[in-house]
Structure formats: C-alpha cells, structure tokens
C-alpha cells in the first residue's frame, strides 16, 4: 500500500506544475501588490485608497476609462453584429475569407495598428486630406491626440474580439428556427428580432464582455492616440510608477481596476444564469 | 369571416369539419447546378388528402417539400393551394403549417409561447392566444404543458408541440418534414396512430415526407414514390404494396426478390399453371417473402408459380422465422413465416430442398428500370 502509494506519487507529481507556477506568477504577485497598496509612506495606512476618494482627479479618471470603454463597447456591437451575421450567411469558403480578414489585424501588432492610426488620423493625414480636397472643412480636425482617436483606434482592435465569440455563436444557431419563423408567419424582420438576435445572446453578451473588460485596462493605444489628452487607469498606474515610483499608489489603482472587473464579472454571471435559466 | 377564423380548428376538432385546400403542382422544375432536384413534377393532393411523399435521400422529395414551404425556388412550375397561386410567395405569406425533422422548437421561449408564436404574428389577442393554444396542446396530448422550457421535454412531447404549433393557425395546408424519424421505434410506431387520428380530426391537406416505407403505409392515403426527382408511382398503400408499377418501387417498398420470368431456368420455376401469362422477356416477376407457400413435391394448382429450392439457413427472429434458401438457377430467395409452434416443427432443415407456390394474384410483373438507378445526390 505505502509502495503504491509511493510510486503513485511520484507519478503524479509533475501534475502539480501548472498549480505551482499559477501560485508563483499569479498568486503571490498579486498578493504582493495588494499589500503594497495599503502602504503609504513606509506605514500601514488606506492613505492610497482615501486619496482616490478626496482627489476629484482620480474619480474622473476611472469615470473616463469607464465611459470610453462603454463608448468603445458600444461602437463594436453596432459593427461587430451586422459583420458576424452577413459572414455567418456567406457559404463556407466566403466565410473563410472573410474571417482571415478579420482575424488579419487580429494578428498585427497592437503598437503597428495604434501608430498606422496615429498616421492616418494626424492634422495632415488622409482624413484631414480628403475632408480638405472635399471642401467639407476649412481647417484639420483635431482627431488624433482626443477620445475620438483614442476610441477609433480601440474600435478598431477590438473588432475581433467580439466578431469572434459571437460568429461562433450564430454558427450554432439552427437556421431551421428562422425557417419555421417565416412558415409560421413571421416577415424577414420579425424572424431577424425575434428568434434569431435572442438566440445570439449569449454570444453577443461574451462578446461585449470581453470588449468592456479588455478596453477597461487598455494602455497603449490611449497614450499614443490620446496625446495625453485621455488619461486612463493604466496611465495613471504607470505613472505613479515611473513618475513617483509610489508602487503603493499604483497598487491600489491596479485592486480598484480588479475589483471593477470582478464585480462585473460577477454581475454578468448572475445575469447570463437568470437568461439561461428563462 | 372573422368568426370562422375563431372557432375553425376548435370546430373542427369537435366535429371534423373539411375545411381543406386542394393543392396542385404542375410541371415543377428544380436544378442545382448539373443535379436535377426536380424533374418536371406534377402532383395534385386532394381536398383533405394524407399524401406521403417517400424515396431515397437525393430524390427530389425534400426538395418538393421545401419548394411548397417556400424556403426552394422551383426554376419553373406552378405550386397552387385552392385557387392560389404561391410560386414567389414569400414563406410567411402561404399560410402553411409545417412540421421539421428538428421540430425547431424555439428555444428561447416557453411550450405555450411557441404554440402562440404564429397567432401573436396574426395580431390574434393575448386572451384567445391563449385558449387556443391551450385547445390544441389537449389535441396533442400536451395540456398543462404550457409554461414547460423546451429543454424539459422529451422527444416525443416535442413532437408533440411542434404539430400543435404547425395547427394551431389554421394553415390551409400541413407539411411535415420527416417529423418521427429522430424517435425511438416504438414511439414512432404509437405516433403514426396518433398522427392518424389527428388528421381524421381536423380533415386537413397533409403532405408528408419520408423515407420509412413501412411509416408511409401506415399513415397515408396516397403514396407518392419518387427517385431522381420524379414521381414514379402515385397510389393508395396497398395498391403501391401489392402492385408496384416498377422494379424500383417493388426494390423500395418491402423486401422482394425480382426475378427475370421469362429467362428463368425451368427447373426453378414452374410456370406451367399460368398458360400464357408472363412471355415479356423483359418482365421481373416480385416475390414477396411473405406470399410464399411452403408446399408438397406433387403440389400443383392452376394460377400458381412454383419454385423449387434448397433451404440453405432458418433464421428466428421471435415473430418470424425466415428461411433462406436459393433457387436451382442461383437466385436467392426468402420466405416469411410466423413463428407459432406447429409452423416452426413443419419448417423444412438446411440442405432440405423446398417447394415454394406462389399465386399469381400475390405478385405482379414489373418493368425493370433500376439499370440507371440514380447515383445518390452529388
């Protein structure tokens, strides 16, 4: 028995690597910085966290990250919907095609695609060009260095995060219901909202999660594209970090940032178990 | 009008009123690039009529189906309901009830919602939704079921629901798309006498798709066989059964053995009763396993085919016992006998010869068309 137990053991020992390695590089960081955010000055202190609440500074900069995240989000679905569904009606090979389209970008570089926009959105890019040869403005707008950059390019990104679940999703979908809509009555349209688009829910809700999550700790594209005209959590956290090297500061912003997300999280899980359960 | 509409499918439930379309398709042509689907099709199903459209997969009968749905495009025909003519009629527009393999039930919605879905369509208001889904779910054996999920019912209840939903609207015309075939055999079989009685009920035009020989006996008035997108024999079940107009048909429904009659070896078949019938050289004759008399050497009565065999095996299979045995001129044959204890103590051994009869009015010549015998759909 001890022998088998023995050799048992050793067998299964490898096993435990993943579980090692979760607590080494996630875990235990994660514990680290969540003590250090309470951490102020050398003491034990919530100096951190009350100075988010005092400093109106901070309270808009989490405001900000949320609204061009809700902003970004929404663009997406408004994009993203229409995209998956005409590539889910193509046939097999068109899908295919149109899929690596997508996925194309997916694979690029993030930092290429933000400085690709920075040159197309700049005061003498192609836009302001063409509006100017249109006759349709007088003088460049201001569309890098703002939110309306900073959201074009975050869009643009996270296209294929939400195209995918939700294709994957339509793909499931028995066209055999949208059938016996129409055969029962129901016209193009109100087969379209009324049994397919429920029927896409659950990936259009994975989807806009992944978007509203991805976008809420988004670094890049913000600084290079908001010409330090759109500040966001990240930004703030590196600062604290490069500017002030206040690693309790930035600590806490990072638990704030966790604890938005989880409670998202939390509430999304609620509420996809509440729809499935309907 | 409006009150006709109300009282309808409940009236007809209660005393089985006809209120049924004729449905008249002409001259139906259907092509997928070099596969023909449908190869000029003419049908007309009557008033109140249970047509069953059976073949083998790639036979244009689904493809038929689709064209009277709405969701196939025929390249050239007619498709009229009544007096209506329905070619390029959008599908929300033709007033067909319709049954599908999958039942596709939607999911998102509750057994009551999904029976009301086409009366909410039809602006029908929530109170007589109501009553009338409830009506027709006690005609399929579901009442009470109204507030279940979809993903609470077994398969035969939503069966079940799929045809109260395909009835509930008064369709003037029900097709069903092979709707028992996902269900065990013995469900099957309690739902084609449900199915039965149900059409009896609300004397409604039912056309149904299958390729379930024995399904389509049961269940139809009229038969329709079809391979490589014709309709090759239109008949009533027993009509179709005892006299197939082809080899194809007799091949397809039931089990028989064509033999080439006027080829036969005369050692094997015995035609000497029979004068002058069956010289067509080109004529198969069907033997049915089930027609076939086990008889004595010296056996002889005028109208009778006579074979003579070796029994090669005797094969049990609880309600019947089937002898195989080959005929001297090499041609398997089978016969089918009930499994009573006096039948198995006469049944002959293995290695035994056997002398078969069969009355002529048991069997029928057919013409052989199996020679291009379409390859399955491409």
């Given at each position: 028995m001890a022998i088998a137990g023995k050799s048992h053991g050793v067998r299964i020992w490898p096993l435990a690597a993943p579980g090692i390695a979760l607590v080494s590089f996630v875990v235990l960081p994660f514990l680290w910085l969540g003590g250090l955010s309470f951490i102020a000055g050398g003491e034990i202190s919530l100096a951190n966290y009350t100075r988010m609440i005092e400093n109106s500074s901070y309270q808009a900069i989490i405001l900000r990250t949320l609204q061009l995240s809700a902003i970004v989000t929404l663009v997406v679905i408004v994009i993203g919907y229409p995209t998956a569904y005409y590539i889910n009606t193509r046939s097999r090979i068109a899908a295919t095609f149109l899929l690596g389209c997508v996925a194309i970008p997916f694979w690029t570089s993030l930092l290429v695609r933000t400085y690709a926009w920075m040159v197309i959105l700049q005061r003498n890019g192609i836009v302001n060009g063409w509006l100017q040869d249109l006759g349709l403005i007088e003088r460049p707008l201001r569309l890098s260095n703002s939110f309306l950059g900073t959201s074009v390019g975050m869009i643009h990104i996270m296209l294929p995060f939400f195209i995918f679940p939700l294709y994957s999703a339509m793909k499931q979908i028995d066209m055999d219901l949208v059938r016996a809509a129409r055969g029962l009555g129901a016209s193009r349209t109100n087969a379209f909202w009324q049994i397919f688009v429920p029927l896409s829910g659950p990936g259009l809700f994975a989807g806009s999660l992944l978007t509203f999550v991805l976008c809420l700790g988004f670094y890049v594209t913000p600084q290079l594209l908001g010409g330090g005209n759109v500040t966001v959590i990240s930004m703030k956290i590196q600062e604290n970090i490069t500017n002030y090297s206040d690693w309790g500061a930035a600590s806490a912003l990072g638990v704030v940032l966790l604890v938005i997300v989880g409670v998202l999280l939390f509430g999304a899980s609620r509420l996809g178990a509440r729809l499935g359960a309907q | 009008m409006p009150a006709a509409r109300s009282t309808g499918i409940n009236g007809?439930?209660?005393?089985?009123?006809?209120?049924?379309?004729?449905?008249?398709?002409?001259?139906?042509?259907?092509?997928?690039?070099?596969f023909t689907a449908l190869s000029d099709v003419s049908l007309t199903v009557g008033a109140g009529e249970f047509l069953t459209l059976l073949g083998p997969s790639g036979s244009g009968k689904t493809t038929?189906?689709?064209?009277?749905?709405?969701?196939?495009?025929?390249?050239?025909?007619?498709?009229?309901?009544?007096?209506?003519?329905i070619m390029g009629v959008e599908p929300h527009k033709r007033n067909i009830g319709m049954v599908f393999q999958s039942y596709a039930l939607f999911p998102h919605m509750t057994v009551g919602e999904n029976v009301a879905y086409p009366l909410k369509l039809?602006?029908?208001?929530?109170?007589?939704?109501?009553?009338?889904s409830r009506r027709v779910l006690s005609a399929v054996q579901m009442p009470g079921y109204e507030n279940r999920r979809i993903d609470q019912l077994s398969g035969g209840?939503?069966?079940r629901v799929a045809v109260a939903r395909a009835i509930v609207f008064e369709p003037d015309i029900i097709l069903m798309d092979e709707p028992l075939s996902a269900l065990d055999k013995k469900l099957r079989e309690e739902l084609q006498i449900e199915l039965k009685h149900l059409h009896r009920r609300l004397g409604s035009t039912i056309i149904y798709v299958t390729h379930d020989q024995k399904e389509a006996l049961t269940l139809s008035d009229r038969i329709a066989v079809m391979n490589r997108g014709q309709i090759v024999q239109i008949a009533k079940p027993q009509e179709m059964y005892e006299h197939p107009a082809s080899a194809f048909v007799a091949d397809f429904i039931g089990y028989s053995l064509l033999l080439p009659i006027a080829r036969s070896d005369s050692s094997s078949v015995d035609k000497s009763q029979l004068g002058a019938l069956a010289d067509n050289p080109y004529a198969l004759l069907v033997v049915r396993p089930e027609k076939l008399d086990i008889v004595s050497e010296d056996h002889r009565q005028p109208g009778h085919f006579y074979f003579t065999s070796e029994v090669k095996d005797v094969v049990y299979q609880g309600d019947i016992v089937m002898v195989y045995a080959r005929l001297k001129s090499g041609e398997d044959i089978v016969?089918?006998?009930?499994?009573?204890?006096?039948?198995?103590?006469?049944?002959?051994?293995?290695?035994?010869?056997?002398?078969?009869?069969?009355?002529q009015s048991d069997t029928s010549l057919v013409t052989d068309d199996r020679a291009g015998v379409a390859p399955l759909a491409s």
């Open positions: - | 007809r439930l209660a005393e089985g009123r006809d209120l049924a379309a004729v449905v008249t398709i002409s001259h139906l042509v259907k092509k997928y690039g070099a038929l189906l689709m064209s009277l749905a709405g969701f196939a495009d025929p390249d050239s025909g007619s498709i009229r309901i009544g007096d209506r003519e039809r602006g029908v208001g929530r109170a007589d939704r109501e009553d009338r209840q939503r069966q016969v089918r006998r009930d499994s009573r204890f006096a039948t198995l103590q006469a049944l002959p051994r293995g290695g035994s010869p056997m002398r078969l009869a069969l009355h």
